[in-house]
């Protein structure tokens, strides 16, 4: 894709919406699998039982610095472990640290190792696997999140770690930041207080050994892994089927897990859900399209699922450019859109309505009630006298709009809803649609040529700070998510001081008002919250929560 951008990988890495960016760009490169001797000794194979899941694109890599898609990270999230994982529910957990303490400023962290940790075994190399997980390969692979050619991670630390920027320009050969106390003792020392422990979910942060890219090459990890989870990737074959093995030397009890995660690749969601009627499938997701005969299914005794995702669909509107400058304009579009009737009448349950900014899914989201009295309400006879005002000002008769959508039933249907509802609720108001595809929507959005089009996130890691990147004002990173073009002081003080609040409440209370401020300025256009559907075989359960991470080591099977 000639002439796309690094801040577009960067965004990738957060967003979901990039299942249909990889789709566009074939998957050639297969797994390397493990050696069948080494299989054979690391997992259990007796009394086994296959857990048959199902997924509509392939992997990208299986380098945690250089994963490009939400797929990706969601099934090596079963192989890879940071110091921090994510738990069934979404939330932060130990992952490698049992347990970590911060300064009373918030700027020193201190994590602590478990001991007796494992690696993965390896193949395809020559390379001695440590005896057990230590610093040295934390601050190995903390250093190559850093500087890794191609990586795409770096943004976790730069903006926050004492000297990962100098590191990460090659001006020093330490980062300043990051210290190892003992072999299972390590601190990172930040540049002003910041709630670090989310940023550590992110796949930059995954542990593998240290030395692994020197002796097996730069490209080793990208068709390898070597991790520490409760699963090995055994397999992938693209277009076909990714297999995840039990890792038997894993630290923690899985026996009554699945001892293989067989992941079938579809093109065609119909097809998938008839894979599933014919009893080849366990889990498959449940789109518009399917959804109905997925409620058949489900009626025959099986078990649909609904997930309310960290996603969030919305109108950009670039602040920065006429007539969005004006913020009587983006008073006026968030006023006259009718957000119940595009969640419940046209998209049918798939998504819930978005009055603000914050997803249900994050602990900060303060309630539908609460958020649709504080939020963007209904009102097309106030969004009436606002346009009017406007166009007297400007000498205008009318206002020409065109909303940009990428191709899709969804994206066309939510475009064809907002020309309607602007165009009967607003007569002076005139809304054309122009329809690119989804790689030119990205080039646009990231190359800051965008003025008003419609876009989504779905953030796979638990932190809130995440929702406001596509609205942070400046261009370097993270910044450069800002789509909007939105630029407020206001803005920029209340997130650092939010981001810094140690205690739950106070941080939460501090992304609310964060909210607010962009409510106030009419910053975007939020329409929906997205459902996804998940249809389970009778007797098998696998927890899927709102990061779309499904966690294999808790599924469970009646028959197990």
Known sequence: ????????????????????????????????????????????????????????????????????????????????????????????????????????????????????????????????????????????????ALSAPGAVTSWIFTDILEGALEFAKGESKDIKGIEIVDPYTIKIHLKRPYFLVTRLTFNGTWIYPAGIVEACGEDYLSSHEVGTGPYMLEEFVPDDRIVLTRFKAYRQNHEKAPARVVIRIFSDPLAAIESFAAGDLDIVEAGISTLPRAKGLAEEGNNLVSVPANYLDYIV?????????????????????????????????????????????????????????????????????????????????????????????????????????????????????????????????????????????????????LYFLFYFPGQDPPHGFNLSCYDSKEFLTEYETAMAGLDANSRYQGVQQLEDIMIRNAVAIPLLHKTFYFLEKKGITCPVNGLLKKPYIYATSSKN
Not at 67 to 80: E, G, H, K, M, T
Not at 95 to 116: I, M, Q, R
Not at 415 to 420: D, L, R, W
Request: proline letters at 6%; charged letters at 25%; glycine letters at 6%.
């Open 1 to 144: 894709m000639k002439g796309v951008t690094k801040w577009i990988l960067l965004a990738i890495l957060v967003l979901a919406v990039v299942v249909a960016f990889v789709s566009y760009k074939k998957q050639t490169k297969t797994a390397e699998p493990k050696a069948k001797s080494q299989i054979a000794q690391a997992v259990e194979t007796s009394k086994a039982w296959v857990l048959r899941d199902s997924a509509m694109s392939n992997m990208t890599s299986f380098d945690p610095v250089k994963i490009v898609d939400a797929f990706s990270v969601n099934v090596l999230s079963n192989v890879y472990e940071g110091l921090v994982n994510v738990s069934p529910e979404g939330g932060p957990v130990p992952g490698l640290a049992e347990s970590w303490e911060h300064s009373p400023d918030g700027k020193v962290w201190t994590f602590h190792l478990k001991k007796g940790v494992k690696f993965h075994p390896v193949t395809g190399c020559d390379f001695k696997v440590p005896e057990e997980v230590t610093a040295k390969d934390v601050l190995y692979s903390f250093k190559r």
């Open 317 to 465: 509107m670039n602040n920065k450019k006429a007539p969005f400058d004006d913020i009587r304009v983006r008073r006026t579009l968030n006023m006259v859109i009718d957000r119940e009737a595009l969640a419940h009448q046209v998209l049918k349950g798939f998504g819930t309505s978005a009055y603000g900014f914050i997803p249900p899914f994050s602990p900060a989201f303060r309630g539908f009630d609460r958020i649709k009295q504080q939020g963007f309400e209904f009102n097309p006879a106030e969004a009436k006298l606002f346009i009017e005002t406007y166009l007297k000002d400007k000498g205008k008769q009318t206002l020409e709009l065109e909303l940009v959508i990428d191709s899709g039933e969804v994206p066309e249907t939510i475009g064809q809803f907002v020309k309607a509802q602007v165009e009967n609720n607003l007569p002076n108001v005139h809304v054309s649609l122009k329809k690119i595809t989804w790689p030119a929507m990205l080039q646009m959005a990231f190359g800051g040529e965008g003025v008003f089009y419609r876009f989504w996130w779905n953030i796979v890691t638990p932190g809130e700070d």
